[in-house]
C-alpha cells in the first residue's frame, strides 16, 4: 500500500499572497474519476425525468456528456443547472425530491471531506474544521456551445467577475478564518477558464462590490480600479487545489475551448465560527478534539440539506438579503 505524505503548507506565503496552490492532494484516477461518473449517472437520471415530463424534447443520449450537458442547458435555461450543484438553489419547493433541486452523492462528499484536504486545511485553522455550506461545483460547456443568455447571465456556466468571497456573505463572517478551497476536476486552463487572483490583495481588506451586470443582484464585483489590478491567471492540473483567503480578490476566464471547464469551490472554518449563510446547513468534517462529531456517510449531509430544503419550502423568512443592494453611491 502506497502511504502518501501530508501535503506540505507554506503558512508563510498564503500569510503573504493570500492564495496557495498545493499540487497533487488528490489522486485523479481514485478521487476524481468518480465524480466524473457520479455526474454521468445523474445527467442520465435528470435527462429521463425531464424528456418524460416534456421538459426538454429529447435525453440528447447520443452525445457525449459536454454536449449534452449543454444542450440541456439550452433547452432548460439557467433553472437547468440547479439540480447539478451542491447547494439548494431557488425556488425552494416542496413537491419536488432533493434530487431535482441539487446535487448530493457520495463522490462529491468524499472530495469535500477527503483526508489530504483537510490535512491541509488544519495546518492553516487547526483541527477543528467545519464545512461551510456556501460551496459549488460548476460545470462550464465551451461558451460557443451555449445560449448568449446563459453565457451573460449565470455565473455557473461561465467567466465569473472580480470579487472577494467574504463580500458574497452576511457580515457575520467577517472576523471569521474562513477559507475558500477551489480545484478542478479536470485540468483548469487559461483557454477552458481558469481562476485569475490578484496576488497580496486581501491586505487591501474588504472592499464595496457593485453589480456587475444590470439587474443581476446576485453578481457583485468589485469596482473598475481594481478590476484593473493585474491578476494572473492560475492553470491548475486535476489533482492539485488553491486556497484563499476570504478577502483575496478573484475571478474566472471564459471557456473559449472545446472542452469542459469542471470544478468544485468550497469553504472551511474552524467550528464555531459563523458561516455567512445561517439557513444553510454546515457540517463538522473534521475535529481532533472530538470525532465522533465528524459526519463521515453523504446520506447524512444529504440529509441535512433535505431539511434545509423542506424548512425553506415552507418558510424563508430567515434568509437575508445580501450586504450591499447595488443603490449605493459608489456603484452610481
Ligand atoms: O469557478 C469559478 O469560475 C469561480 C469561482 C469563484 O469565484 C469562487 O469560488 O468564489
Known amino acids: 500500500m502506497v502511504v502518501l505524505s501530508v501535503p506540505r503548507v507554506d503558512v508563510q506565503r498564503f500569510h503573504d499572497d493570500g492564495f496557495l496552490v498545493i499540487e497533487d492532494v488528490f489522486d485523479p484516477v481514485l478521487d476524481l474519476d468518480p465524480v466524473v461518473r457520479e455526474y454521468t449517472a445523474k445527467l442520465d437520471r435528470v435527462a429521463d425525468a425531464w424528456a418524460a415530463d416534456g421538459t426538454i ?43 431535482a433541486s441539487m446535487h448530493a452523492g ?24 467545519l464545512s461551510n455550506p456556501i460551496q ?17 447571465r449565470n455565473t455557473m456556466m461561465s467567466a465569473v467577475a472580480w470579487h472577494q468571497d467574504q463580500g458574497v456573505a452576511l457580515p457575520e463572517i467577517d472576523q471569521t478564518d474562513i ?22 490583495s486581501y491586505h487591501r481588506g474588504m472592499l464595496l462590490h457593485c453589480p456587475s451586470r444590470p439587474g443581476q443582484g446576485f453578481d457583485l464585483r468589485i469596482p473598475d480600479e481594481i478590476r484593473g489590478a493585474g491578476g494572473i491567471p492560475v492553470p491548475m492540473t486535476r489533482g492539485s487545489i488553491i486556497v484563499m483567503h476570504r478577502q483575496t480578490m478573484h475571478s474566472s476566464l471564459s471557456n473559449k475551448s472545446d472542452g469542459v471547464r469542471w470544478s468544485f469551490d468550497l469553504r472551511y472554518q474552524p467550528v464555531g465560527q459563523p458561516t455567512g449563510r445561517p439557513w444553510f446547513p454546515a457540517f463538522v468534517a473534521r475535529s481532533r478534539q472530538d470525532p465522533s462529531q465528524e459526519v463521515h456517510d453523504w446520506r447524512v449531509w444529504a440529509d441535512l440539506w433535505e431539511a434545509t430544503r423542506l424548512h425553506l419550502a415552507d418558510d424563508t423568512s430567515g434568509m437575508k438579503p445580501r450586504r450591499w443592494t447595488g443603490t449605493e453611491e459608489a456603484c452610481a
Not at 456528456?65 to 425552494?92: E, H, K, M, V, W
Not at 491541509?120 to 474544521?129: A, T
Not at 477558464?193 to 497580496?200: A, D, H, Q, R, T
Request: glycine letters at 8%; a negative charge; proline letters at 10%.
Open 57 to 99: 424534447p429529447s435525453t440528447f443520449a447520443d452525445l457525449p456528456f459536454t454536449q449534452r450537458f449543454a444542450q440541456i442547458l439550452n433547452a432548460t435555461g439557467s433553472i437547468g443547472y440547479r439540480p447539478f450543484d451542491i447547494c439548494l438553489g431557488g425556488p425552494f419547493r416542496t413537491d419536488e425530491p432533493l434530487e
Open 179 to 200: 477559507l475558500t478551497v477551489w480545484f478542478p476536476v479536470l485540468d483548469a486552463t487559461v483557454e477552458n477558464g481558469c481562476l485569475c487572483v490578484i496576488p497580496g
Open 136 to 152: 459549488h461545483v460548476r460545470i462550464k460547456p465551451p461558451e460557443a456551445m451555449l445560449r448568449e443568455e446563459l453565457v451573460k
Open 106 to 129: 457520495p463522490a462529491v462528499f468524499n472530495m469535500m471531506r477527503h483526508p489530504r484536504l483537510l490535512d491541509v486545511i488544519e495546518q492553516l485553522i487547526g483541527g477543528e474544521i
